[in-house]
């Protein structure tokens, strides 16, 4: 990573004329929707501050912490004053230190110029308010990359540029890039973050592969945060849903419903482990034996969605034992 200093900005002043301005202050102006799934459901991601420190921790060499970071304006108007934002902006508390993420679902080979000018833009941004001594902003611009092609597209405008004798080349902002294409489906299946999860399904080609994907997520257990984005996943994209069916995403979802209430303590976990394991052999012909066990688990305030996962039954049946034994 290079990052965009102030010997980097005065050198572009010269080259792209003031037209935007990027502000930490609200403006009044509608700013287009966004409706694509990919970008939608990537921002929504990054927009959760917790999610952002996984990704930074997991995906860069900086570990950020929560308390350090704090959500920074992405909107700005052009000279033609027509509204654009940025995917992803944060800032460190009190610093003048900035993390840009762009999404891209297709390769833009644009890209090393639209990251130069949001540099550019929030450079400006600060300095109109500068203060004596204080220090100019260090920008940390970085690319997410999940389309089906290897990423080709030169990290910098130094890369394209033009060559003359021995004219030594100017240095610009280099992004960092994270391809989903580095990435194997196991590795992103085992990874615990939601922003692993939503570039897992980015690379799944065919209705095989991605039954086998749920099917594996299914039987992992999955923090809250994973089964949020996940369902999001299956609302916002038809060609998942298209692929698995509309019987299948319904399937999977009300899987993730009830993996996705609160989080199980040790002796919960511990206990579905042992039921889903024995549950079938121990409940054959037995039903008062099930519902007595039903009944304990109740009395231990095991929680209902754990309950009907172990036992297999449904809501209605849970509701009618409770009522028969009194037990609320």
């Known amino acids: 990573m290079i990052p965009f200093t102030l010997i980097d900005y005065w050198r572009q002043q010269a080259i792209f004329p003031k037209k935007q301005a990027i502000s930490d202050q609200e403006e009044n102006y509608e700013i287009k929707k966004v409706h694509q799934y990919h970008d939608k459901i990537f921002k929504e991601i990054l927009d959760d501050k917790i999610e952002f420190i996984n990704f930074m921790k997991r995906y860069t060499p900086y570990s950020l912490e929560e308390n350090e970071v704090e959500k920074y304006n992405r909107k700005f108007i052009t000279s033609h004053f027509t509204a654009k934002e940025a995917d992803i902006i944060y800032k460190v508390k009190g610093k003048n230190v900035f993390v840009i993420i ?18 550019v833009e929030l450079m400006r941004s600060t300095i109109k308010n500068r203060k004596e001594h204080e220090s100019y902003p260090l920008i940390y611009p970085m690319v997410l990359y999940t389309g089906k092609k290897k990423w080709t597209v030169p990290r910098t405008i130094t890369g394209m540029q033009e060559k003359y004798y021995n004219f030594k080349p100017l240095n610009y902002p280099k992004y960092h890039l994270i391809d989903v294409n580095d990435y194997t489906l196991e590795e992103l299946i085992e990874e615990r ?19 086998q994907v749920f099917n594996k997520l299914s039987q992992k257990h999955l923090e809250k945060r994973e089964t949020k984005y996940l369902k999001m996943i ?38 579905i482990e042992i039921i889903d394991e024995k549950m079938d052999k121990f409940f054959a012909g037995m039903d008062e034996g099930k519902k007595q066990m039903i009944t304990n688990m109740l009395k231990m305030k095991i929680n209902d969605k754990i309950i009907l996962e172990a036992a297999k039954i449904n809501p209605k049946e849970l509701q009618k034992i409770k009522k028969e034994l009194e037990v609320c």
């Open 102 to 119: 762009e999404h891209q679902s297709k390769i833009d080979f644009a890209m090393p110029e639209r990251i130069l000018e949001y540099c």
């Open 193 to 211: 973050s939601s922003v692993a999860k939503a570039m897992l399904f980015e690379k799944i080609k065919t209705k095989e592969e991605m039954i």
């Open 234 to 271: 299956l609302m916002y994209s038809n060609d998942i849903r298209q692929k698995l069916g509309e019987e299948k995403a319904r399937e999977y979802k009300e899987i993730l419903e009830r993996k996705g209430g609160k989080e199980m303590t040790d002796v919960e976990r511990f206990f």
